[in-house]
């Protein structure tokens, strides 16, 4: 992952943090921090992102650096996944029914 690369992180918090997993997104963060972005998308709102961590210090310096200059878009609404799930339920159902 080059400093001019974008890195994605999709899902964050989806899944506990299990040692080494908070102090090496820590490292990723810093090394990028202020060099290259990192696009983020999770289910989970800013506000729990911290206990992911299991530590508040290095939640609190890893979190700084990837909110320091961010951008964030919040969507809501039905989730995409399901919606795109009910129609192709729906269709199988009329091709079923013909």
Aim: aromatic share 8%.
């Amino acid at each position: 992952m080059g400093p001019g690369r974008r890195a994605s992180l999709d899902d964050f918090g989806l899944k506990a943090l299990r040692p080494p997993g908070p102090e090496d997104l820590y490292d990723v963060i810093n090394e990028r921090y202020e060099k290259a972005s990192i696009a983020l998308t999770s289910n989970r709102d800013r506000s729990e992102w911290p206990d992911l961590f299991g530590d508040a210090l290095l939640a609190s310096a890893a979190l700084d650096r990837l909110k320091h200059g961010a951008h964030f878009a919040e969507i809501t609404g039905p989730s995409f996944r399901a919606e795109a799930t009910k129609k192709q339920v729906t269709t199988r159902r009329v091709r079923a029914a013909n």
